[in-house]
């Protein structure tokens, strides 16, 4: 289906817009949201919400952190490839409310 097999080859075509998300706060990581973080991909172009939808395989949104992790104020928390700087701002926008801070930041147990 014309995929490069090759792990280590570049990507082929690259987003016209890379553009970090960084925190307006200190804190320890307590949550990401998965769902918020598709959402802004969905929204770039990344994915579809019918079949006829096209799919823009440039873009995207590269997660920077992890829960439990110390974020300092300014720090990167995300990278969002996008095909245009109003994407790029409404997929922005999505991802600061995609993280949550708290004290503790630990991952909730696997099976209860």
């Known amino acids: 289906q014309g ?3 090759d792990p280590f080859s570049p990507w082929e075509e690259a987003a016209p817009l890379v553009r970090e998300v960084r925190s307006v ?3 320890r990581v307590s949550e990401i949201s998965a769902r918020r973080v598709g ?3 969905l929204r770039l172009g990344a ?3 019918r079949k006829e939808d096209a799919v823009d395989s440039r873009v995207g949104v590269e997660v920077l952190v992890s ?3 110390r974020i300092e104020r ?3 928390l995300f990278r969002v490839h996008a095909p245009t700087e109003a994407a790029a ?3 922005a926008q999505l991802l600061s409310r ?3 801070f708290g004290e503790s930041g630990e991952l909730p147990p696997l099976f209860l």
């Open 67 to 69: 829960v439990g992790d």
């Open 89 to 91: 701002v409404e997929a």
């Open 3 to 5: 995929a490069t097999v």
């Open 25 to 27: 706060e200190s804190g």
């Open 74 to 76: 300014e720090a990167p």
């Open 47 to 49: 994915g579809r919400l």
């Open 98 to 100: 995609a993280l949550k």
């Open 39 to 41: 959402e802004a991909a």
